[in-house]
């Protein structure tokens, strides 16, 4: 197993090992949420083209997208530490640290802006501090952006990945296993006392223990993919895919006496996901461009959405540019976010991740000089003076 580590390890230090087709799943799953929002957005500007936004509603494509981003999550993120690191933690939360928060603090003050302060709305210098730490909930502070709150629960994913590395947990795939089970049945009884009346989380956490599920299934589906799976991990996987894609769905329509939209749009994300690992395995250079630009993607189109909405919302009802069919202000809305995020990507995210490889293999290479080997025992009976410490100086890795 170490030796399999080691090699993905060098391949992922050398440029190599990247996963395509996983790049072309997160830039659908940022589109998806693009789609969601702009068509939203343009169903009340326009007379035309409504039917972007019923399909895009009914069954809630945004959500597709962010459980695909999760599933993704879960499939990446625990595998990207190194076990045979010597200082493992800290090395993941550089790199984390430098991957999420320079775009994001970036997207911050003009979320701000736009959907607050250009609006003569309040939204004070506390929220926004409380903002830039992405613990605003913590604080009882409004997201400055309403899309936040993925970001929120993707940190706590990455504290249960530490607490399971800690606990030698992460890569046990019957631990994940049965977790990833607990997590997804406390939603389902949550949401069984809430269809009783007698709710005993609100809605909001209800999700977080699906959410996390949903993240830990993902990592079991790579367990499994590398063949670390046993029969029962196995069956387990499984079992919660069936219960996700089928059990679910079918669950909260009866619970609800309708179509349970977010449960059908956990089924689909699932559905994406799982053909989008197994079956069409896109690798093209336009998908690889858009599954590194994805998370600016998401993080800016609100950016771009809100004051294009803004001008046009001011235009007469009767204006030409109001008259416009709702897929092309959907398109124009696609394209200025893929420059904004090419941009932002380029001289924000791209500089962030190489200083967060260099800090981390700084603080590696710290920890090992740091590491103290024991030196071997003197054939002498009564030694002179007690032997000094040698200092390893391993390679990482």
Not at 173 to 184: C, D, F, K, N
Not at 268 to 274: A, D, H, N, Q
Request: glycine content about 8%.
């Amino acid at each position: 197993m170490e030796g399999r580590e080691g090699s993905r390890a060098a391949a992922l230090a050398n440029g190599a090992g990247r996963l395509r087709y996983v790049d072309a799943l997160r830039g659908l799953a940022a589109l998806l949420v693009v789609w969601l929002h702009a068509s939203n957005g343009f169903r009340s500007l326009s007379s035309q083209g409504h039917w972007l936004d019923t399909i895009a509603s009914s069954i809630d494509v945004g959500r597709i997208g962010v459980v695909v981003f999760f599933l993704i999550s879960g499939f990446v993120i625990p595998f990207s530490i190194q076990r045979t690191s010597a200082a493992p933690i800290g090395t993941f939360v550089i790199r984390r640290i430098l991957r999420i928060y320079p775009a994001y603090w970036l997207s911050v003050p003009l979320a701000a802006y736009a959907f607050y302060w250009s609006a003569g709305a309040g939204f004070s210098a506390g929220e926004l501090l409380a903002n830039l730490t992405l613990m605003q909930g913590v604080f009882g502070a409004r997201h400055a952006e309403g899309i936040y709150w993925t970001l929120v629960v993707e940190l706590a994913f990455y504290g249960l990945c530490i607490a399971l590395l800690l606990t030698r947990s992460l890569f046990d795939a019957r631990r994940v296993a049965l977790l990833a089970t607990v997590l997804a049945l406390a939603h389902v009884f949550a949401m069984f006392m809430l269809w009783l009346g007698r709710p005993i989380v609100s809605v909001p956490v209800a999700f977080w223990p699906l959410n996390l599920s949903v993240m830990l299934w993902g990592a079991l589906y790579r367990l499994d993919t590398d063949g670390e799976c046993d029969r029962f991990s196995a069956l387990l996987l499984r079992a919660l895919g069936v219960l996700f894609i089928v059990g679910l769905p079918i669950g909260a329509s009866l619970a609800v006496h309708a179509r349970a939209i977010y449960a059908t749009a956990y089924a689909i994300g699932f559905v994406v996901f799982l053909v989008g690992m197994r079956y069409v395995r896109v690798e093209t250079r336009a998908t690889d461009w858009l599954g590194r630009i994805s998370y600016s993607m998401y993080l800016f189109h609100p950016l771009v959405l809100q004051p294009l909405y803004l001008g046009l919302i001011r235009e007469p009802a009767d204006s030409p540019w109001r008259a416009q069919h709702a897929g092309i202000w959907l398109a124009v809305t696609i394209a200025l976010t893929l420059v904004v995020a090419s941009l932002v990507y380029k001289y924000v995210e791209a500089p962030a991740i190489r200083l967060g490889h260099r800090l981390a293999n700084a603080w590696e290479r710290r920890a090992l000089r740091t590491r103290v080997v024991p030196a071997a025992p003197t054939a002498s009976i009564v030694p002179a003076k007690p032997a000094a410490p040698v200092v390893a100086e391993a390679a990482a890795g």
